[in-house]
């Protein structure tokens, strides 16, 4: 698969798992389950299915962030700045916790300045209007806790 193909591929994952995790949590569902109901919708709204490897790829960030539930919010609410999680906007919420569980995971092939970049694309695309800027501080601070961590440096 070249690479802005994968990219497109991943980035349709990643707005299916923020949409799953937004269902998920709204409902009181499983979140893995919410993936395929988030795709159903996802086709019938847009006329197209999200792809198999997309989907896959919304079910892998789920599957990660429902194990780390309580490391991704617990980092999320240590560098927003003064916010709650329950006074975030619910699906801003669920755009963060697919972002912090990528950092969190550290995988070779999703660098953290694409793991930003990626989820400040998504903040645009499903977002409010401060999305963008708010995903982009608090997981800068994320990426430098998780290093200073990593580096034995005080993070937590």
Do not use: K
Not at 12 to 41: C, F, H, M, P, W
Not at 55 to 68: I, K, M, P, S, Y
């Amino acid at each position: 698969m070249s690479a802005p193909i994968e990219q497109r591929v991943r980035r349709q994952g990643r707005i299916l798992a923020a949409q799953a995790l937004y269902q998920a949590e709204i409902t009181g569902g499983d979140a893995t389950e919410a993936v395929a109901v988030a795709s159903r919708i996802g086709a019938e709204e847009e006329g197209h299915a999200p792809s198999e490897p997309a989907e896959e790829w919304a079910r892998w960030l789920v599957e990660q962030f429902t194990g780390r539930r309580l490391q991704v919010d617990h980092l999320i609410e240590e560098t927003s700045a003064n916010w709650r999680l329950d006074r975030m906007a619910r699906m801003d919420l669920q755009i963060l916790r697919i972002g912090v569980t990528e950092l969190a995971v550290g995988r070779a092939d999703v660098p953290t300045p694409v793991a930003i970049d990626e989820a400040i694309e998504v903040a645009r695309v499903l977002g409010s209007e401060q999305a963008p800027a708010f995903v982009n501080g608090v997981l800068d601070a994320v990426s430098r806790r998780l290093a200073a961590v990593a580096d034995g440096g005080a993070g937590e």
